[in-house]
C-alpha cells in the first residue's frame, strides 16, 4: 500500500460530458502527478502540481486541468469528453527534493466515454 | 525527445531468472525506475537506480545500468508465479515527469 488514494475507481460517461476524478496524496508529500494509461501501453504523463501551482504538463490539451489543495490532495478535470478518453487514469504522489524525487501511484480511475 | 522502448513479451519457468530489457534515449535521465503493474491495478514502485550507478540488489531483484548504452535491466532471481505482471522501465528528466516504455509482459510458467 503506498497511501495514495483516488476516487471513484470506475466511472461511465458520455461523449461532450465533464469529469472530475479525485486524489489523496501519502502523507508528507507535496507533488502530485497525474498519469493516462491507454489499454496496452505505458502511461503518459499528464501534468504535475506542486504546491498548488502547475509544475510541468505534457502533450494534453487544455480541456484537461488539474488543482492542488492545500492538504497536496488533488483533482483532474477533463471537460468535453471524447472517446479517446477512456483510460485508466493514474494519479503519483511524491516528495520534491533537489535531487528527485521518488513517484508513489494510487490504484487508479477506470473511465470509459460512451 | 525522450523514448523508453521495451520488448512486450517475456516468458520464463517458475524457479528461473528473468531478465527485463530496457533502452532509454535521454542522456540527462537522473533516475530510472523500475514498476510492476498486476491486472486491474496500479503501479507498484519495486526499485531505482541513480544515473551515476551500475548495479543494485534489492533481494531477488538486480538493476544493471549501461549509461554509455543507454540500458537498463532488472534480473528477478528464483522468478514465481506471484511475479507474473506487466513491468514498466520509467526514466525522469529534468522536467521531473516519468517517461514510460509500453512495458513488458513476464508470463510465469509452473
Known amino acids: 500500500e503506498t497511501g495514495v488514494t483516488q476516487s471513484p475507481t470506475h466511472l461511465i460517461k458520455t461523449r461532450g460530458q465533464q469529469v472530475t476524478l479525485r486524489c489523496s496524496s501519502q502523507?508528507?508529500?507535496?507533488?502530485v502527478s497525474w498519469y493516462q494509461q491507454a489499454l496496452g501501453q505505458g502511461p503518459q504523463f499528464i501534468f504535475q502540481?506542486?504546491?498548488?501551482?502547475?509544475?510541468g504538463r505534457g502533450n494534453f490539451p487544455p480541456r484537461f486541468s488539474g488543482l492542488q489543495f492545500p492538504n497536496y490532495s488533488s483533482e483532474l478535470n477533463v471537460n468535453a469528453l471524447e472517446l479517446d478518453d477512456s483510460a485508466l487514469y493514474l494519479c503519483?504522489?511524491?516528495?520534491?527534493?533537489?535531487?528527485?524525487?521518488?513517484?508513489?501511484f494510487g490504484p487508479g480511475t477506470r473511465l470509459l466515454v460512451l | 525527445g525522450e523514448d523508453v522502448e521495451q520488448s512486450l513479451f517475456l516468458s520464463v519457468r517458475e524457479g528461473d531468472s528473468s531478465v527485463i530489457n530496457c533502452t532509454y534515449t535521454?542522456?540527462?535521465?537522473?533516475?530510472l525506475y523500475w514498476y510492476k503493474q498486476e491486472p486491474g491495478a496500479g503501479l507498484q514502485l519495486l526499485t531505482y537506480?541513480?544515473?551515476?550507478?551500475d548495479m543494485k540488489q534489492d533481494q531477488r531483484l538486480t538493476v544493471l545500468l549501461n549509461k554509455k548504452d543507454k540500458h537498463l535491466s532488472l534480473r528477478i532471481a528464483d522468478t514465481q508465479t506471484g511475479d507474473s505482471a506487466i513491468y514498466f522501465c520509467?526514466?525522469?528528466?529534468?522536467?521531473?515527469?516519468?517517461?514510460f516504455g509500453s512495458g513488458t509482459q513476464l508470463t510465469v510458467l509452473p
Open positions: 502523507s508528507g508529500h507535496n507533488t
Open positions: 520509467a526514466e525522469t528528466t529534468a522536467a521531473r515527469q516519468l517517461t
Open positions: 535521454d542522456s540527462s535521465s537522473t533516475y
Open positions: 502540481y506542486y504546491r498548488e501551482e502547475e509544475n
Open positions: 537506480i541513480f544515473s551515476n550507478m
Open positions: 503519483a504522489s511524491s516528495l520534491m527534493e533537489p535531487g528527485g524525487e521518488t513517484q508513489y
